[in-house]
């Protein structure tokens, strides 16, 4: 069934709000709003921190939320991909039963990356399996820091608003956008603050994601190499495991002044010959139609991933 269309989308520096509203033309933004948090409001961590005030945090939400009337009862969030981290792992069976299931993907995450896992909030869903791996099913594992998670919805619970989904920008950006036809892999690229994701995906399915942090405010000139030569391993991945593969149009979403920065970095990484991809910036020609009855409508940047989550299905 349909995502609720209420989104939230949080970071260390602000709360958005937007109403979608579904019609036959596409969508409506019919309601919009956004207030910065107070500074250092979140202790810092590679996966975010938990809040220095919860009771700051739950009265900070509930100026947000008290101000869109008392019609927001369900609701999906957005948080930076720094915050809500992606993996996959293959697997030849998964559990039904709920505890056992969760001790699974804790034992697979706990093999994949260096952080405290039994700290963790671990969710998976299935995908489509790679032409060469060994176990039969492939999982795409999500993980984040339990407290942190906990006291945001707790936050929102307090004002009766049930956060019923938590996706990351970049996955949810991946749903906003209207893909040009490939028989190949398409390609989504988010930067923010933080970092980069890349994600390559098949029928609208990610089969391949990469976050990567600029650690230590990485200046642009290592930053250049850095990117680059990760580019040019994921393009060596993609070879590997699917050869032959092409690669469709990328679609980019950064800062207006990175913007062309980063489609050089993209086509020089990516690219071989011929076989260079082009590069789409995502704007209001790779986003389903979408009316604002704001006069002032916020940028596409800010509108894409809440419109994504809430353009998501719920099973």
Do not use: C
């Amino acid at each position: 069934m349909p995502a609720p269309p209420h989104a939230f989308s949080l970071d260390g520096r602000r709360l958005r709000y937007g109403q979608f509203v579904r019609d036959r033309q596409g969508f409506r933004l019919r309601n919009w709003r956004q207030a910065p948090l107070p500074p250092d409001s979140f202790h810092s961590g590679l996966l975010g921190g938990p809040l220095r005030d919860p009771a700051a945090f739950t009265s900070f939400v509930g100026g947000l939320v008290q101000g869109q009337g008392s019609g927001i009862r369900e609701a999906s969030l957005v948080v930076p991909d720094a915050w809500l981290r992606v993996s996959f792992s293959e697997i030849t069976d998964v559990p039904s039963q709920t505890e056992a299931r969760d001790e699974v993907l804790r034992w697979k995450l706990r093999r994949l990356v260096p952080f405290r896992v039994d700290e963790l909030r671990v969710s998976a869903a299935e995908v489509e399996p790679l032409p060469v791996q060994e176990e039969p099913r492939r999982l795409l594992l999500g993980f984040g820091v339990e407290q942190l998670l906990a006291q945001v919805e707790d936050a929102f619970a307090a004002h009766h608003v049930r956060i019923g989904r938590i996706t990351s920008s970049s996955l949810a950006l991946l749903s906003a956008v209207e893909i040009p036809p490939t028989d190949g892999f398409s390609a989504v690229v988010q930067v923010e603050p933080e970092g980069y994701t890349l994600i390559f995906a098949r029928g609208g399915e990610p089969v391949l994601h990469r976050y990567k942090p600029f650690t230590g405010g990485m200046p642009e000139g290592p930053q250049v190499s850095f990117v680059t030569r990760d580019l040019k391993l994921t393009r060596n991945f993609l070879h590997e495991h699917f050869p032959g593969s092409t690669l469709g149009p990328m679609l980019l979403l950064a800062p207006p002044e990175e913007e062309q920065n980063w489609m050089e970095r993209l086509r020089e990484g990516l690219g071989e010959g011929p076989a260079t991809p082009s590069v789409l910036p995502i704007d209001g020609r790779t986003l389903p139609s979408l009316r604002s009855e704001d006069p002032v409508a916020p940028p596409w940047r800010e509108i894409a991933p809440m419109l994504g989550a809430v353009r998501q299905e719920i099973a």
